[in-house]
């Protein structure tokens, strides 16, 4: 039988296509979760308890009984001793096959049972006297509804027989790096013999299970250097001004550079001089000063006679740069266009015209910046602010928007390096690593929520000394399962028990002008209390903050917590965050209250968020449109992952068409995720 997909029944495809499976090759990669042992035979009477085993017998008594419940019940014997076996659920073929008389193979954990040593729901087979024993451990693989093991492993058998397992990489690679064979590793895994340790297959830490790992992150490393090398075949505006527009503005600033944000802009000014399109990530932490950098390199576009343009995630942050870079920026004579979605239709279209004609030299604003609607004169460089908030695709937009612009993306959420050297090996990376002077450390303090009363009369002292502070509701509906107080409930409550201090409310469904609203009135001082459900974790600016107050803390991601912590802090005054949690905590929740405790390093918090919580989440929208690893573990397997770049450098200058081969076993049929 040929494996021929388009033969195949409708229901079966659409059950291998929610596995992945799309073609033959993505069966010899559909590997065991785990294996069973049918290799070995126990004699009843030698059975351990509570460990998997394999006994034959025959069936010398079976029937329904129906206390305490319905349920099959048959007495198996092997000449040695007796077993139950139980089934609660059962079909008539499984009371046939446990017929009086029949022989049968029974697979599970036995148990001390009510008449005796027994088995609940064993695996169950028909054998004859002398029916041989399996030769390997039998697989068990990740499946769905509707796509039985047995099924699912002839699918897997026939693919190994018809596939081409060839090796992809020269025997000197193998040789050096000491890795198996593909096929050798291949065939292992989807049938290893009883002497192989399981623990090694199961931990993926035998030799077989690294070459699958290794070809899995050359494949990744081959396509991210790939995508690289495309973008430096495209041509870009070659940015390389006298830089007064820059000097004009740090001469009016009242700070100066730190050294980590004058070596970022050097970096970045390197990129925009040469004649490739830039995509560079900006990196560092809250509060380290990536805008100013960004208003820099949009300057140099603009005295280039090009366009900028700033994307943020939401209409606060995005409101926020455009105010800051409006700030800057008027009194040097330069335009800045706001395009959000909240804008009336005639605002909207006056900011479109702006920047289609080029009056405009900066257009600050969210998603709407990539509409279709909206065409730039001369766009230069895209700024994408908190990039790892926005898919792929909605990069690529506003990239699209003008050619091929140089394009910078900010992150205030760390990368660690593993991640920095797989998923994002198609960026070059910029770190401002040291905070402006001036900034003092905040302190850390977790409290019980039973001390809630202690927090408002904290909250009242901070008001009285003339400080404002913050206090964030993770949920504005209310869930019984999380038992979330709602920023609702909480407004009413400080209100109530703070009656001499004004406080605001500011909530995901609030108008945007709403929002913005009682923003302004927080950061002009007339609220000096704000209660808020996570809006405001990026962007918002109120030096004179100094309290921060998160309740269920240990409901929130580390990198979440961290954002948030950084609202305060943002002067010289000393801060407080507050970090509410209700036990009893669960181990994660535990971890992750420790990490934020213990440290306020943004690099730190991101390399335990990866750990806890894996690359999947971390990376948020940016997996859509990138290979993400199945075998390969980051934080396990850096050493590969270091190999497996060295090779991809040396395959795609030395052997191309290797590198090709490769990404074909791969990565076939997802070649769209090259062109991210």
Not at 193 to 209: F, S
Not at 263 to 277: K, M, Q, T
Not at 350 to 368: M, S, W
Not at 545 to 560: P, S
């Amino acid at each position: 039988m040929s494996l021929d997909f388009s033969l195949f029944p409708k229901t079966v495809s659409s059950r291998l296509a929610k596995l992945g499976i799309k073609r033959p090759f993505d069966l010899v990669l559909h590997l065991p979760l785990r294996y069973e042992d049918e290799t070995h035979l126990f004699r009843i009477v030698d059975v351990p308890m509570g460990a998997p085993v394999l006994v034959e017998g025959a069936v010398v008594h079976a029937e329904v009984t129906f206390r305490p419940r319905r349920q099959l019940v048959a007495r198996i014997e092997d000449g040695s001793g007796e077993l139950y076996v139980r089934l609660l659920n059962f079909y008539p073929s499984q009371q046939q096959q446990l017929a009086v008389g029949r022989r049968v193979r029974l697979l599970g954990e036995i148990r001390r049972g009510f008449f005796g040593d027994e088995m609940v729901h064993p695996k169950v087979r028909s054998v004859g006297e002398h029916t041989a024993l399996a030769e390997s451990l039998t697989p068990v693989y990740p499946t769905v509804n509707g796509l039985a093991q047995p099924a699912l492993r002839k699918l897997v058998t026939m693919a190994l027989k018809q596939c081409q397992l060839d090796d992809t990489l020269p025997p000197a690679i193998l040789r050096d790096l000491g890795l198996l064979p593909f096929d050798k590793a291949v065939r292992l895994l989807h049938h290893p013999t009883p002497d192989i340790a399981q623990i090694a297959l199961t931990e993926r830490t035998h030799a077989a299970w690294l070459r699958l790992k290794f070809d899995e992150l050359l494949a990744q490393q081959l396509s991210m250097r790939l995508a690289y090398q495309r973008r430096r075949e495209q041509s870009a505006p070659v940015l390389h001004p006298p830089g007064e527009l820059a000097r004009q503005l740090l001469a009016t600033l009242p700070f100066g550079l730190t050294g980590a944000q004058q070596r970022v802009l050097a970096e970045i000014r390197r990129d925009l001089g040469s004649p490739h399109p830039m995509q560079r990530l900006l990196q560092g932490d809250v509060g380290a000063g990536k805008t100013i950098v960004a208003a820099l390199a949009a300057l140099d576009a603009i005295e280039c006679g090009y366009q900028a343009a700033l994307m943020a995630p939401t209409e606060i942050l995005a409101e926020q740069h455009y105010k800051k870079l409006s700030q800057w920026l008027a009194p040097l004579g330069i335009e800045v266009a706001w395009l959000a979605g909240s804008l009336k239709p005639k605002a909207k279209a006056a900011a479109i015209a702006q920047v289609e004609d080029g009056t405009a030299r900066l257009a600050v604003g969210t998603h709407a910046l990539f509409q279709e609607s909206v065409s730039f004169a001369k766009l230069g460089l895209a700024i994408v602010d908190e990039q790892h908030r926005f898919g792929v695709h909605q990069r690529l937009a506003l990239r699209g928007k003008g050619g091929s612009p140089h394009q910078l993306m900010m992150s205030a959420t760390p990368i660690p390096r593993t991640l920095a050297m797989s998923y994002y090996a198609d960026l070059d990376v910029s770190v401002i690593d040291e905070l402006p002077p001036g900034r003092t450390p905040i302190k850390t303090r977790l409290v019980n929520d039973a001390r809630r009363e202690e927090m408002i009369e904290f909250v009242r002292k901070v008001g009285q000394e003339g400080r404002q502070a913050y206090w964030v509701c993770p949920l504005i509906e209310e869930s019984e399962a999380l038992e979330l107080q709602t920023a609702l409930d909480t407004h009413t409550a400080l209100a109530e028990a703070l009656p001499e201090f004004q406080v605001g409310l500011v909530h995901g469904r609030l108008k945007p002008t709403e929002k913005a609203e009682v923003m302004a009135a927080f950061a002009a001082g007339e609220l000096q209390v704000l209660v808020a459900t996570t809006v405001i974790e990026v962007g918002v600016d109120v030096p004179n903050a100094t309290l921060m107050v998160i309740e269920h803390a240990e409901r929130m991601g580390l990198a979440q917590l961290h954002q948030l912590r950084g609202r305060v802090g943002r002067g010289a005054l000393e801060s407080s965050c507050v970090l509410l949690y209700s036990a009893p905590l669960g181990e994660v929740a535990k971890e992750r209250l420790k990490v934020i405790f213990e440290t306020t390093d943004g690099f730190v918090i991101a390399r335990e968020d990866l750990r806890i919580r894996g690359p999947g989440e971390f990376l948020g929208a940016r997996q859509s449109g990138v290979p993400m690893l199945r075998f390969a573990d980051l934080e396990r397997d850096t050493e590969l992952l270091e190999q497996a770049r060295d090779v991809a450098a040396q395959l795609l200058e030395k052997a191309p068409q290797v590198a090709d081969a490769h990404l074909d076993r791969w990565l076939a049929g997802r070649e769209e995720l090259l062109k991210a």
